[in-house]
């Protein structure tokens, strides 16, 4: 969808005005026109975040999925606040595999749900070192079958640590960018992660996918946040469908 005069003419009146919370579906913008809006918006995110990648702080590929499943509602600063202790203490899965609960429980408190975050990382270091001789699995289907790993997770750690570019990792910065930008059109909405990463891999080039996770939720953190986005400090502004649109809620 290309940005009318109509809207053109409220990005000037309305520089302070919420986009709106849901976008909704892209029904009239050809899919040729939003794959090109896709390629310009990925080049707009490479000049401002050229670097854009993980948050988490880590050292193996053990650590990048313990410290995803601790991410799991907290922020990544109160993750890297907690990993340097345990990773000191638990390095490997061979070390948080015997470890007691209890230990691992006092360590990441402040994460939020430490019981069941504690249980999947135990987990996970005991099924890697049942099943996969202490290595974490470089495939889909392996990641996904160990404790604490959905797709998400999975997605983090093919991109991330093994660079390759299975699918796109939708959190909650990501579920909103692609709808606000609309780049996806057949998700009902911005958790339904399912369908976003579906519209997501299908708009955007695969060599793409991992640097447009880690873009998309940079841009969320500095200027499209979820409460106040920076439309005015924005510079996908032209290619935003929400920019300065009022909000519906
Ligand atoms: S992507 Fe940019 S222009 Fe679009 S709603 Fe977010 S801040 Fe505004």
């Known amino acids: 969808m290309t940005v009318t005069k109509k809207t053109r003419k409220k990005t000037k009146t309305a520089p302070s005005a919420k986009p709106r919370a849901t976008a909704g ?21 490479k000049k401002k975040y050229p670097e854009a990648e993980c948050a988490l702080h880590h050292n193996s590929a053990f650590e990048l999925a313990a410290a995803t ?7 990544d600063d109160r993750v890297n606040m907690v990993t340097p202790t345990l990773f000191a203490k638990y390095p490997d899965p061979a070390s948080i595999a015997n470890a007691k ?51 998400k997770t999975a997605n983090v750690i093919l991109g991330t640590w093994y660079k390759k570019n299975e699918g796109v990792v939708v959190d909650t910065h990501i579920g909103r960018l ?16 399912v369908k976003i990463e579906q519209d997501l891999m299908e708009v955007c080039p695969r060599k793409e996918w991992t640097y447009l996770g880690h873009a998309l939720i940079w841009h969320g953190r500095k200027v499209c946040s979820a409460r106040k986005p920076k439309c005015g400090d924005c510079n996908l502004v032209d290619l935003c469908p929400s ?7």
């Open 178 to 193: 692609a709808h606000r930008l609309r780049l996806t059109w057949r998700s009902k909405d911005s958790k339904d992660a």
């Open 69 to 75: 499943i601790l991410s799991a509602q907290c922020t």
């Open 101 to 151: 609960p209890a230990d691992v429980e006092k360590l990441i408190k402040s994460t939020g749900f430490f019981r069941n975050k504690t249980k999947s990382i135990i987990g996970l270091g005991k099924a890697l070192m049942e099943k996969h001789g202490g290595e974490v699995p470089d495939t889909m289907d392996e990641l996904v079958a160990l404790p604490g790993i959905a797709r």
């Open 25 to 45: 579906p892209t029904t009239g913008e050809p899919p040729k026109d939003r794959q090109a809006r896709a390629l310009k918006i990925i080049r707009q995110l």
């Open 243 to 249: 920019a300065y649109v009022e909000s519906e809620a």
